[in-house]
Structures are given as C-alpha cells and as structure tokens.
C-alpha cells in the first residue's frame, strides 16, 4: 500500500511540474512574438537604424453631396468602401491603407447591361 501512495505523489507532482512547464513555454512563446530583436544601436550602420515612428495621417474620400458609407470590407491589402450616392447609384472605393491612397473608383448603376 505504502508503493502505492509513494506511486500515486510522484506521478501528481509530474502533473503538476508538466502543466507549469507548459504554461512556462506558452508564456515564452506569446512575449517572443511581441519582442523586438536584441541588437544594439551602435551595431547598427547609420542607414539601418530604425525610423521615427510616423505621425498619423488623414485622408480624405472626397465624397459627394449627402453620400454616405454604408458597408467597409478589407480585401487583400486593400480596403473596400461601398458609398451610397442619393440619385446617383452606389460607388466603390477601393483604398491602399499602407498609403492611404484612393486606387480605384467604381460607379455602379442599376439595370447596366454585364
């Protein structure tokens, strides 16, 4: 009985040190990802050294008179804007978030033949 219970605590302290083993390694795994590497300035040559943070931009759509956005959707590396134009059907959008250029405008209209 006593080779037993003996049994019984190792393998529950071998539980135990495996799940903090695994939360150790889960830990280590998820702050790698956010941490930039370990390299010193003075190592880096005087072109590689990184950049000043930009300051936000802001763009403009330049929309018409009373339109509104009524659906946004990424694509790719691209956003989509669906803009509805009062009288004048709906438009497309099609913005470079990276520059914040607008790439393409599509004017869509009802009953156009394909």
Same mark, same amino acid.
């Given at each position: 009985?006593? $080779?037993? $219970?003996?049994?019984?605590?190792?393998?529950?302290?071998?539980?135990?040190?495996?799940?903090?083993?695994?939360?150790?390694?889960?830990?280590?795994?998820?702050?790698?990802? !956010? *941490? @930039? #590497?370990?390299?010193? @300035?003075?190592?880096?040559?005087?072109?590689?050294?990184?950049?000043?943070?930009?300051?936000?931009?802001?763009?403009?759509?330049?929309? #018409?008179?009373?339109?509104?956005?009524? @659906?946004?959707?990424?694509?790719?590396? !691209?956003?989509?804007?669906?803009?509805?134009?009062?009288?004048?059907?709906? !438009?497309?959008?099609?913005?470079?978030? *990276?520059?914040?250029?607008?790439?393409?405008?599509?004017?869509?209209?009802?009953?156009?033949? #394909?």
């Amino acid at each position: 009985m006593r $080779v037993a $219970v003996t049994v019984l605590v190792v393998v529950g302290v071998l539980i135990v040190m495996g799940f903090v083993a695994l939360g150790v390694g889960v830990y280590n795994k998820a702050t790698a990802a !956010r *941490a @930039e #590497p370990a390299v010193a @300035e003075s190592a880096l040559p005087a072109e590689a050294a990184p950049a000043a943070p930009a300051a936000p931009r802001s763009h403009s759509l330049d929309l #018409p008179e009373g339109a509104r956005i009524a @659906e946004m959707l990424s694509a790719g590396n !691209r956003v989509v804007f669906r803009v509805v134009v009062p009288g004048a059907g709906d !438009r497309l959008y099609v913005l470079d978030p *990276a520059t914040g250029a607008v790439t393409a405008t599509l004017a869509l209209q009802a009953g156009a033949a #394909p």
